[in-house]
């Protein structure tokens, strides 16, 4: 309509409708033609069908392409050189993102899923494609495609400089199950299908610690077993260690006679195959060198298990199922800070996305004591350090200052982030530790009103401290039943309320008005709240305080439970607890099964209605004969819902972990 507006096609400008055919978009690239600069920007069009009247010219980068219309009918994509754009024209509103990986070019074409809620665009200077979330904009996941040209000639300066295979289209196959990316520098197409991605948020080795006047330096250590549950398929399962700085590991090409990393990696499990490692083992590292990072994970087996182990292989070790849920508000249920204990805060951006997160100190009133100043972490970043100074000295800082914490007994933190993170927590001291996710918060999470613990123990060496905190709006009220081994309670339950945004942290034997017996009173309870929005944990200690380990409290239990490694043997055994919650007795079949998927041995039990199994694997009611086992794992099958948790412990006493059961097929 406008005579006087001047635009500049290109031959990868095209026209993007909407469903109901009333807008159009389409951009140009007269300002990167007359000023070509990654940092230019040029316009797009959004115009009206019927009229052919331009409503709106928005700023949208350099170099835009073809506009793209997303399966909801009313928004618009536009990829220019280092910028994806959305159009929204219910509100006329754009948002730009600029991934870690940005090599687009004007001739990239996207993709999108048939739910309409991820668009994959390929960087075809990295041989990539991108897996962005429409609903939040950010990068989730990125996947290798495409093969390395070879150049063709030993002089060839490509020979150093590299050439991609260079995806510039990439299209999805109408069930969402395939998808093909088209490689121009290679003519080939590869076709990815789905996987299953998941994290091992701590990984650590170093070298063998250096004697000193004190002794032998501490050095943190990971394990990480893999498990294959599937009865038909092979797993191929890629990893990827990256550093805290969100850099993979790699050999550096300045050596050629020394391999400092070797990564990534693919590890083969035939159906039914376990295999355990070391962070060492994986990466390699030579020549003194270090891993402090994370671990991403890649299965093309959705019925793939994993947990780690993290420890200092002396007293202290706790562990955790590998992560998969993240969120943009996150809970932090434990602030341990006095009594030599030292509270780590690990905030984890899983995601290929800038993220800006802040933490908030609350106290177990409620009352906000203090904000953190708002951290950058870039994709793939994580960033730990302690809530509080530990010894007041210039070395060591906190991310909150000491004086936030006068008078301070109990409390939690709250980390708001711009895009879904990762946030958890290590306590310890010299003597014990534990590692803890953080909850989820927000309208997608904390729907469930009833909650288990599977497992409490009190007296004769042992203690349970309960903690809630009520991240709903209103004044819930919370009904804790104990109950033994049995299923038979054990005294009343305990009745309390909570107000919204307050917390309760008290021993089982508070709650619980216990009586010392002289034995130790061992089994598992039950809580039920009349709103939901409750996040908590039980934090057991045992061996007389010496060992130490948090679960926190979980809504739903399984079927099919897989314990991903077991340790019989060289002064370490496994226990195993199972707790069938439900109404009808179970009938439960219990596998040890060696690395190769042979079965070591095998039992089938009842577990009655209400009631707990838990035994150490080699006592008389389960596998009396099992061999010096290290390695393998645990299969579980049952008829009724159960939970389980697997029990690591020395025979000295002096370190435990609980790692809870991964439900498989749910």
Known sequence: ED??????????????????????????????????????????????????KVVKIFNVGNLPGSAHTTPDGSRFVLIGEIWVTI????????????????????????????????????????????????????????VDVGTFVTPLADGDPLKTAGLTAAPLEVTMTPDGKVLAALNFNTNTIDLVGETLNFGIPYLYSYPPPTETAAGPATRWFTGVALTNNSATTEASVKTNAYSWAGIAYQDETSTTDVVEYTNPNTITLAPGNQKAFTAGDLLKP???????????????VFETSSFFLLGDGVKRIDGGPAFMQVASTVVIPELRLADGFRTELSLFNYSWTANSVIAKL???????????????LQGGMQN??????????????????????????????VIEASHPILALERYYDDERMSILYGAPKGATFNQSTRFFIPQVAAFEGSETFLNFINTGAETMTATLVLKDNSGKAVGAPATFQLEAGKQSRRSLAEIFQLTDSGKTMAGWVQIDSDKPGL???????????????????????????SFSHVAEGQG??????????????????????????????????????????????????????????????????????????????THDLEMMSLVPAQVIGQ
Do not use: C
């Open 286 to 300: 030579g020549n003194d060198k270090s891993v402090e990072g994370w671990l991403d994970v890649d299965s093309n």
């Open 362 to 376: 609350y106290d177990d009133q409620g009352q906000l004591l203090a904000t953190s100043e708002a951290l950058a």
């Open 572 to 649: 370490v055994s496994t226990g195993i607890s199972l707790l069938n919650p439900g109404q009808s007795a179970a009938t439960t079949q219990i596998e040890i099964m060696a690395p190769d998927g042979t079965l070591i041995a095998g039992r089938q039990v009842s577990i009655p209605a209400g009631g707990r199994l838990v035994n150490v694997l080699t006592d008389e009611q389960l596998f009396p004969d099992l061999p010096e086992t290290m390695g393998g794992y645990v299969r579980v099958t049952s008829d009724q819902d159960l939970f389980g948790l697997e029990i690591f412990f």
């Open 3 to 52: 005579r006087e507006l001047k635009a500049d096609f290109q031959a990868v400008n095209s026209v993007a409708l909407t469903k109901d055919g009333k807008y159009g978009l389409i951009a140009d690239q007269l300002t990167s033609t007359l000023a070509p600069s990654p940092l230019t920007e040029d316009r797009a069009f959004l115009f009206e069908t019927a009229t052919g």
């Open 535 to 561: 996040v908590g944990d039980a934090e057991i200690r045992t061996f007389a305080g010496k060992a130490m380990t948090t679960l926190s409290i979980t809504p739903a239990g399984g079927k099919r439970l």
């Open 87 to 142: 159009v929204d024209t219910t509100n006329l509103a754009i948002g730009t993102v600029s991934p870690i990986y940005a090599d687009f070019k004007p001739g990239n074409r996207p993709a999108f899923s048939p739910d309409g809620k991820r668009m994959f665009v390929s960087a075809p200077l990295s041989d990539l494609v991108l897996v962005f979330s429409l609903e939040t904009g950010e990068v989730r996941r990125i």
């Open 384 to 413: 730990t350090g302690y809530v509080k100074d530990p010894d007041g000295t210039e070395a060591l800082t906190g991310i909150f200052a000491d004086t936030a914490f006068e008078n301070f007994t109990n409390g939690y933190l």
